[in-house]
C-alpha cells in the first residue's frame, strides 16, 4: 500500500505539556491553501480553522478540490475572465494555455511564481496553496486568542489531510499546545499507524470521516481502501482519544438503508456508539470548473437532514446515537 510522506473544551494544560517532549520547531515550513477565523463548526468553541495542501484520497464528491494535491494551484474564475491571454503572455514557462477559451496551467511545469496572478487587469486567477512557517501560521491565529478563552475554542487543522503533512503538522499542533491553545483536526485517518499515532497525540479533539464501510466500495469513491482508516480509528479510540466519528451521506454511493445497517456495525465494532451523519451539499461545485477539471456530480440534488431521516433512525437500532 501507498503512504505519502510530508512534503516539507478550553484548557491551558496540553497533552504535550504533561510530558516530556522537545520543543516545537516554530521554523518548520508547510503548504496551507486558506486560513478560516470565526469557525464554529470544527470542533468546540470560535476556532481558526488551518486548511493543509495534499490528501491521499480523492474523493469524487469533495468539496474542496483544491486541497487534493500537494503542491499549489491555480485557480481560474471564467466568471471574472476578459480572455485577453496575457497571463499565457507572461509565462516564462509556456505553462498557461486557453483550449476553446478554457484556460488551463500545466501542472508538470509550472512553478508556482505567481506572476500571472499578480498581473490578470481582471483579478480573474487566485493561487491556492502557500508555503508558511509554523510561526506564520501562529501568528494568524493568535490573533483571536481571546475569543477562544470565551468560547473553549482553539485551532483545528483540516485540509486537505495533516497526516500528509506529518513533520508540519506535529511542530503545528506542539506549538498552539505550547502556547496553551486547544487542538483539534479533521482526519481521513489515512496514513501509516505510526504516523496517525505520532501526530493524534498533540490533538485534543479528533474528528475522524467513514466516507464507506465495504472497503472496495470506498476504494470506488476515493482511490483507497478503509481497512487502515478503520484501524487507526479504533486505535485512538481505544486511546482513550476525544474522537468524533462523521460520515459524508453522498447519493448514490453510501446512502441506502443497507449502508447505515452495515455502518453502524462497523463502528460499533470500532468502539463508537455515536456518529454525526453529514448530508452531500453542492457547496464546492464551482471549483472544480476554476480548476479545469470535471465533476462527477454535477447538478446532483443536494441532501437535507429531514431527507436522511430514515437513515438516522436505522443507527438507533444498534444503540447508536446519530446526528445531524
Known sequence: MKFFVDICTYTPYSKVMKTNHEKADRQCRGTVFNIQKFSVNDGPGIRTVV???????????????????????????????????????????????????????????????????????????????????????????????????????????????????????????????????????????????????????????????????????HKEGTGVFNEIIIENMKYAIDQGYDVHVRIPVIPGFNDTIEDARHFAETLRKAGTDEVQLLPFHQFGENKYDMLDCSYAYENKKAYHPEDLEEYRKEFEKFGMHAFF
Request: hydrophobic share 35%.
Open 51 to 217: 486548511f493543509m495542501k495534499g490528501c491521499p484520497l480523492h474523493c469524487a464528491w469533495c468539496a474542496n478540490p483544491e486541497s487534493q494535491s500537494a503542491c499549489p494551484q491555480i485557480l481560474w474564475d471564467k466568471r471574472k475572465c476578459i480572455h485577453c491571454q496575457q497571463c499565457a503572455e507572461n509565462c516564462h514557462l509556456s505553462a498557461i494555455s486557453f483550449h476553446e477559451d478554457h484556460f488551463h496551467v500545466d501542472d508538470t511545469i509550472c512553478d508556482s511564481c505567481s506572476l500571472c496572478v499578480r498581473e490578470c487587469p481582471a483579478a480573474a486567477l487566485k493561487k491556492e496553496g502557500e508555503r508558511n512557517t509554523v510561526q506564520e501560521v501562529l501568528n494568524i491565529v493568535e490573533q483571536d486568542r481571546v475569543f477562544y478563552e470565551e468560547s473553549g475554542g482553539g485551532i483545528t487543522l483540516s485540509g486537505g489531510e495533516l497526516l500528509m503533512q506529518p513533520r508540519f503538522a506535529e511542530n503545528l499542533l506542539k506549538a498552539a499546545h505550547e502556547n496553551g491553545l486547544h487542538t483539534a483536526c479533521e482526519t481521513t485517518g489515512f496514513a501509516q499507524k505510526e504516523t496517525f499515532a505520532k501526530i493524534m497525540k498533540h490533538v485534543d479533539w479528533i474528528y475522524m470521516d467513514l466516507k464507506h464501510w465495504d472497503p472496495h466500495k
